[in-house]
């Protein structure tokens, strides 16, 4: 049989339809938060990052929204394309801690044509 | 230009071999990473230094053996490894270890047999 753990979370999209990745987060006390895309075979890349300061934070395609009320991050790519397709991981860094980051459990984006 | 290069790519040790992987950047970073990766899992925080100084240890087994020898390079030294130790080593840079964004490295593919 499978073992628990092993399958990421999958979110499928067309070619060309936006794309929101969720991320809920753990410590009320994180101020810091990225996003990072995993190609297969390849380190984590980094982003986009928003500070606690803020709610909305937007890049090249790709928006980032902080809900600090209820823990949650989320991730939205416009006109999704195939070179999307790859793992997201988003991760949190506690002030206090020394730049530790508490990376999410990921999630596997597939970009269908 | 934020590249973090790693080397050896791929390795494959026994159990009895001593084998070290190295990072380099050239950024002008002052905090430096290890983590390790396995397969579908997010990546897990081992080793931060700090201005060439280890700055936190998660409680790394010791046959893990980080080495800092000036600012721009990172080893881990690797002894009596085991063949669950099999795994992506990645190393990751910030400006310092302040709440800062992490660069991450392409990673070493480590297999223990």
């Known amino acids: 049989g499978e073992s628990v753990g092993l399958h990421l979370p999958t979110l499928s999209v067309q070619e060309g339809d936006n794309s929101i990745i969720n991320c809920a987060y753990s410590?009320?006390?994180?101020?810091?938060f990225i996003w990072y895309k995993q190609e297969s075979g390849k380190g984590p890349q980094f982003i986009i990052d928003?500070?606690?300061?803020?709610d909305k934070r937007q890049g090249q395609r790709v928006t980032v929204l902080l809900n600090k009320t209820v823990k949650h991050l989320s991730l939205q790519i416009a006109a999704t394309q195939p070179g999307d397709s790859a793992v997201y991981f988003c991760?949190?860094?506690?002030?206090?801690?020394?730049?530790?980051?508490?990376f999410g459990t990921g999630t596997q984006l597939k970009v269908e044509l | 230009d934020t590249e973090v290069t790693q080397t050896p790519k791929h390795l494959v040790m026994g159990m009895t071999n001593k084998k070290s992987l190295k990072c380099e950047q050239h950024m002008g970073h002052r905090a430096m990473y290890w983590y390790k990766q396995k397969a579908k899992k997010p990546p897990e925080l081992m080793f931060v230094y700090s201005y060439e100084k280890l700055s936190i240890n998660e409680s790394v087994p010791s046959r893990f053996s980080p080495e800092c020898p000036n600012s721009s390079l990172l080893n881990l030294h690797l002894h009596a490894l085991q063949p669950e130790d099999s795994a992506l080593y990645l190393c990751a840079s910030s400006q310092d270890q302040n709440t800062d964004t992490q660069y991450f490295g392409p990673g070493t593919r480590l297999t223990v047999l």
């Open positions: 991760a949190e860094n506690n002030a206090g801690g020394g730049n530790k980051l508490t």
């Open positions: 410590n009320s006390a994180s101020d810091y």
């Open positions: 928003i500070r606690s300061n803020m």
